[in-house]
């Protein structure tokens, strides 16, 4: 459709974020869920009303109550206080796995798809190759191989383990949307202007396929943060009695959920709400940045 | 045939209205539209993209989307009200009394379906036709279309047919129920010009043989020529004239359709030094201008436009929507030709700036196991040419003939099999890659279709300036700013527009845009390949008068990749003619168009439907029979044997070798 007068180029907003929260309501909202989640995670210090180790006899399976608003966990210890304490585990491990697995699936899925031929094919049956193991099991032989490596208290390998087997998964759909962006004439306009590999890759391919990334990244942190749990359960991961909500779902909290629910409700709302956010956050991000969106 | 009723109007349309919701506000897609169609008529809308015309077919059939699309006006097919039928009795009516043929025969049949099934379908639906009576009839319909050995082809699938065959299929299904009434949207336009020729044909012998009303829909006013026994002619929703074909094709009275006309290149005139067009875009319809809407854009505005004409009848018998009919009708007012007189013609006496030898290009067919087992399609094969500088060479043909891959194998965009390929006398395919990087700088491209050339992450001017930027041809930012405006402006759009995504732009404005893009590493050759086939035609007139107003100006040279004989033939000093990978012939212009060689050139010419409707209808039927030869068997000797109207058993012996037969004219057939 035409575009008639030439003085209605629309005036700049001066912020960004206020320009994202009048088009991106929803996302806005994501953002500050992970915003006070993120707060919460790192001055947990200072927002915890209790030590999330400290075991209360007297307490045990508490329900809910004023003192302890989401109830205490089958040693006493405060599920609220517990839950603040591992958004930093789960931010950290989820959020940071799941990124790192993803851009480097990214980029070598649109690398593969750029080169095509043998190189691509080389790059995608080593994919099909490690995409024969669960998450999981590769994690595990990824934990074993490199034992355990810690950076300011960051368990890097456990982050690593995580994001091993995001790669190949990413890596596969991205090439799929990676493909109809290789023959668009645009690339081939770039080709003919003798730009380097690396320039066509990132500036003209990459952010064409941005919208199958940002979607495949706010899935995978949920899944991130499940297979942190189920390293921890296995005692591969976070250990017991540090706070991490994969931990305080397949822990114990098994045995006691007919008796205290809320052992398990809590710990599953804040995994829920965080994927919850991650998911909307990225879909108004894709948005965002499609420029075909914008009026 | 069936027999007349009382009333011999089939379809009347009055007053007719469509609205859309859109996010950017209410479209009004078309506005008072009012015609007949006759018993077995012909009649053919013509217009722009967004002029309404598909949108007009839609509602008739009641296809529009239920949410968005609002239909308001009058009905009339047949003594029933289309727009009062509850959903089920207009059921009954698509497809057995109206059908439908689509534009795209590769998408419009079910993939997954054998052809026999899907054409029975409606049989089966509509008639109630037993399985046997209905596969009968299926046979009878394949043979009226012209499709062989129809018994055995109803078991095969879609993507066993050619696009041509497929286009027939569709015809088939269209004339299943035996209809009154056929709306065919722009029903050859993806079709090659020879099967467009076959194509056409049929449908015109079969309106006529069995008594069908055609309505085509097409921005094609060759088509329109051959096809029409009346003419409607639509500008931004508003129908702006219609009458008998001859009237509209001859004596035009609105100035848009005077313009249109103008605008094409024909084959049956002398070549103009420059087309004429029409200057400006098609308005916007979510906020339409108030009066004419030609008004912006008509050269013979007065005062009086700013109101909305009425629809004047004119002296030949025909109806145009303008003020200034009566002054048309009398010769005072013609379309001036913007006609600044200037032949780009360059002496061919320098040395070639890019010479082409034995270029050669074979693709391995992939077999089930990603092995190629030596089999090869031969996409190109043994071409040879050369391009002096400042200067144009068409080259033409079918879909698949190797014209496209030509240009990627000079872009090195693909890597030749063989042969040479030289550029202001650098090798290009020994060249070491900082010497590759300095001739690509030298050869760029423009694109076909203008929705995908341009990258829709990147503003327009970040698309411009990003060569200026990768090869540091600007000392800063600034002094790139001000280059980009400069560019932009080169191409005749506003410095402002930088500031816009591509999907700001209409397909005309992305055009000028991917020009300026491949103007800005300075170069001295572009390969424009199929550069203005997926434009309006008044767009497509500025988009060549740009590309010679530039080549006048910098001295460029130019590979013009095009399907489009008229087109070719305006712009092309020489022009290569190729079919199924190989050069045919090879001549200058005018010996090409005046004076063609081989047996093919003669052929495609022929097919080529002209804008006059008095030509069209006295002209006799083409000569062009059958399909173009399949990749997996191709044929022996001369490829052009399978079609030739000359081939002997010597040409499917031995393959032809491009012969000088007349000074400068080359010539790939033993027969001449």
Redesign the interface.
């Known amino acids: 459709?035409?575009?008639?007068a030439?003085a209605e180029?629309a005036p700049r907003v001066p912020n960004a974020a206020m320009e994202f929260a009048r088009r991106q309501p929803l996302g806005a909202i994501s953002f500050v869920i992970i915003c006070v989640m993120m707060t919460a995670g790192i001055f947990c210090e200072w927002v915890a009303p209790y030590d999330p180790l400290a075991i209360d006899f007297v307490q045990l399976l508490g329900a809910p109550s004023l003192e302890h608003w989401c109830g205490t966990d089958a040693y006493g210890r405060d599920i609220c206080s517990r839950l603040i304490y591992g958004a930093r585990t789960a931010l950290v491990i989820g959020f940071t796995s799941s990124f790192v697995g993803s851009t480097l699936g990214a980029i070598l899925g649109v690398a593969s798809a750029y080169f095509g031929g043998r190189i691509d094919?080389w790059i995608q049956r080593v994919v099909d190759i490690l995409l024969a193991f669960p998450i999981i099991v590769l994690a595990l032989v990824v934990v074993a191989a490199f034992g355990r490596f810690a950076v300011a208290g960051i368990d890097v390998n456990l982050i690593l383990a995580i994001a091993i087997p995001i790669v190949p998964r990413v890596a596969r759909v991205v090439r799929a949307a990676a493909l109809s962006v290789r023959v668009?004439?645009?690339v081939?306009?770039a080709?003919?202007?003798?730009?380097s590999h690396t320039?066509i890759i990132f500036?003209?391919m990459a952010?064409?396929v941005?919208a199958p990334y940002l979607i495949m990244l706010t899935a995978f942190i949920a899944q991130a943060i499940l297979a942190e749990a189920s390293l921890s359960f296995l005692g591969l991961g976070v250990q017991e009695p540090t706070a991490a909500w994969g931990l305080m779902l397949s822990g114990n909290a098994a045995d006691f959920y007919r008796q205290a629910p809320w052992m398990i409700l809590f710990p599953g709302v804040a995994i829920s709400l965080a994927v919850f956010a991650f998911n909307l956050f990225g879909d108004s991000l894709r948005d965002y940045l499609?420029?075909?969106f914008?009026? | 045939m069936r027999p007349q009723t009382a009333s011999a109007c089939l379809l009347d349309v009055a007053d007719l209205h469509v609205h859309f919701e859109t996010?950017?506000g209410i479209v009004r897609a078309v506005e008072g539209l009012s015609f007949q169609v006759r018993r077995g008529e012909v009649v053919a809308i013509v217009g722009e993209s967004?002029s309404g015309k598909s949108v007009s077919a839609l509602a008739v059939m009641r296809l529009l989307p239920r949410l968005t699309g609002r239909t308001r006006g009058r009905i009339l097919f047949d003594g029933k009200s289309l727009l009062d039928l509850d959903d089920e009795a207009m059921r009954q009516i698509r497809g057995r009394d109206i059908s439908m043929i689509f534009q795209e025969p590769m998408t419009s049949l079910n993939p997954l379906l054998t052809v026999g099934l899907q054409i029975t379908e409606p049989l089966t639906i509509h008639l109630g036709m037993s399985d046997e009576a209905a596969r009968a009839r299926a046979v009878e319909l394949l043979q009226l279309v012209g499709i062989p050995d129809a018994e055995s082809r109803l078991d095969q699938y879609p993507h066993q047919f050619s696009g041509g065959m497929r286009q027939r299929v569709m015809i088939a299904i269209g004339l299943a129920c035996n209809p009154k009434l056929i709306i065919a949207d722009e029903p050859t336009t993806a079709l090659d010009v020879t099967i467009q020729a076959q194509i056409l044909e049929l449908m015109k012998e079969l309106s006529r043989k069995l008594d069908i009303a055609l309505i085509v829909i097409t921005h094609n006013l060759g088509v329109v020529a051959r096809y029409a026994d009346r003419v409607i002619v639509m500008y931004a929703a508003r129908m702006v004239e219609e009458g008998a074909a001859e009237a509209v094709f001859h004596r035009p009275r609105h100035p848009y359709s005077m313009g249109l006309l103008h605008s094409v290149p024909r084959l049956d005139h002398p070549r103009g030094a420059r087309l004429e067009t029409i200057e400006g875009?098609?308005?916007?319809?979510?906020?339409a201008p108030p009066g004419c809407r030609f008004g912006p854009r008509c050269p013979f505005r007065i005062e009086a436009c700013a109101e909305e004409p009425e629809l004047l009848p004119t002296d030949t018998g025909a109806q145009a929507r303008c003020h200034r009919v009566a002054e048309i009708a009398e010769g005072r007012i013609t379309w001036a030709g913007s006609g600044v007189a200037g032949t780009a013609q360059t002496a061919r006496d320098g040395g070639a700036l890019l010479s082409v030898r034995h270029l050669t290009k074979h693709f391995p067919v992939r077999g089930r196991f990603?092995s190629s087992g030596g089999r090869v399609v031969r996409a190109v094969e043994d071409v040879s040419f050369d391009i002096a500088p400042g200067e144009t060479l068409g080259l033409v043909g079918e879909s698949g003939c190797g014209k496209t891959t030509v240009g990627?194998l000079i872009?090195?965009?693909e890597q030749p099999t063989g042969g040479e390929i030289s550029f202001a006398g650098a090798d290009m395919l020994t060249a070491s890659a900082a010497e590759?990087?300095a001739i690509?700088?030298k050869?760029?491209?423009i694109?076909?279709?203008p929705y995908?050339?341009?990258?829709?992450?990147m503003?327009v001017g970040q698309i411009v300036g990003?060569?200026l930027h990768?090869y540091k041809l600007s000392p800063d930012a600034k002094a790139a700013q001000a280059r980009v405006a400069e560019l932009l402006s080169q191409v005749g759009l506003?410095p402002?527009l930088g500031?816009?995504?591509p999907?700001?732009?209409?397909g005309g404005q992305r055009q000028r845009v991917?020009i300026a893009?491949a103007l800005a590493?300075e170069p001295s050759f572009i390969v424009c390949d199929e550069a203005v086939s997926a434009l309006d035609v008044s767009i497509q007139g500025q988009i060549i008068n740009l590309l010679e107003d530039l080549q006048r100006r910098l001295g460029l040279a130019y590979l013009f990749i095009a399907h489009d004989l008229a087109v070719v033939r305006h712009i092309s000093m020489r022009v290569v003619v190729m079919y199924f990978g190989r050069v045919m012939e090879v001549a200058d212009r005018d010996a090409i168009y005046a004076d063609a060689l081989h047996p093919y050139t003669k052929v495609l010419l022929d097919a080529a439907p002209v804008p006059d409707p008095t030509i069209e209808k006295a002209r006799a039927p083409r000569l062009i029979q059958g399909e173009l030869p399949s990749h997996a068997a191709p044929p022996t000797g001369c490829v052009f044997n399978t079609r030739c109207p000359m081939a002997s058993a010597e040409c499917r012996a031995t393959v032809p070798p491009l012969e000088e037969k007349r000074p400068g004219h080359f010539a790939a057939c033993i027969k001449v």
Do not use: W
């Open positions: 459709m035409t575009i008639a030439p180029a094919n668009m004439p645009y081939d306009a080709r003919a202007a003798g730009y320039r500036r003209h952010p064409n941005v499609d420029p075909r914008k009026v | 996010s950017r967004g875009l098609v308005p916007n319809l979510a906020n990603g990627r872009l090195r965009l590759l990087q690509r700088r050869i760029q491209v694109f076909q279709d995908s050339s341009l990258n829709p992450r503003t990003e060569p990768v506003r402002e500031e816009r995504y999907h700001q732009l209409s991917g893009r590493l």
